[in-house]
């Protein structure tokens, strides 16, 4: 079966310092990775996807993500978290062929301390 | 990238009663579109996958009477709660398709009273 797995309900990191938030998948077939945020009573803002070529992925506002096939991994970073980073984080995988769906880990809230 | 625009962003309603949440793919044509359920502090679950022109595809466990999908033009989707309880009460959020991925609206948050 299909699936994903965010290990950490929360995670707390201190202003200034590097943040990493988990996530790892299941699927058949190639995976496409996408990585969410989420503020209170607002849709999912895009942050950055993995589909093909690179392993590490840049994204919106300085996140990146580095996919890894062999350990089927798809960790979130930040070198320097602001307090604004502040909020719920999803990781979504969908196989390249077949279904449009997504499937959803259950997300992780990021706290980040002055 | 592509933009989805979710219409109302919060509704209040009377026990009962029915509300309509529009879902429109503002820059581009999206022939499959869907709709999530979200709790408080949990995930999204799917509910359905709205395809325009044709009949919804509910996922297992979702009641189509209750919440009835329409897609009847490339750009439009919208879901209906009918007859809604305390229960329905939700954050609900729709996305549509866009090869390869899928861009999600800003969500919708339903109160029922």
């Known amino acids: 079966a299909q699936s994903v797995a965010q290990p950490e309900d929360q995670v707390n990191v201190a202003e200034g310092n590097p943040l990493t938030v988990k996530c790892t998948y299941s699927?058949?077939?190639?995976?496409?990775l996408f990585w969410y945020v989420q503020y209170p009573n607002r849709g999912l803002q895009f942050l950055l996807k993995y589909i093909t070529g690179d392993n590490l992925v840049k994204g919106s506002y300085g996140f990146e993500a580095e996919f890894n096939k062999s350990q089927t991994s798809f960790h979130l970073k930040k070198p320097s978290a602001l307090v604004s980073d502040s909020a719920l984080y999803f990781c979504a995988v969908k196989t390249a062929s077949g279904t449009y769906k997504y499937i959803f880990g259950t997300g992780t809230r990021l706290k980040v301390l002055a | 990238g592509a933009v989805v625009s979710q219409h109302p962003s919060w509704v209040i309603c009377k026990s009962g009663t029915s509300v309509k949440i529009e879902c429109r793919s503002l820059?581009?044509?999206?022939?499959?579109m869907f709709w999530y359920r979200q709790f408080p502090k949990q995930s999204l679950m799917l509910m359905a996958t709205s395809n325009e022109g044709s009949k919804a595809t509910y996922e297992q466990g979702v009641e189509k009477d209750k919440f009835l999908i329409n897609h009847a033009s490339l750009t439009l989707s919208t879901l209906t709660v009918t007859s809604a309880h305390p229960e329905d009460s939700s954050f609900y959020i729709c996305?549509?398709?866009?090869?390869?991925?899928?861009?999600f609206g800003q969500g919708t948050r339903l109160t029922v009273v």
């Open positions: 996305s549509a398709w866009d090869s390869p991925e899928a861009f």
């Open positions: 699927v058949s077939g190639n995976p496409y």
């Open positions: 820059d581009f044509q999206a022939t499959t």
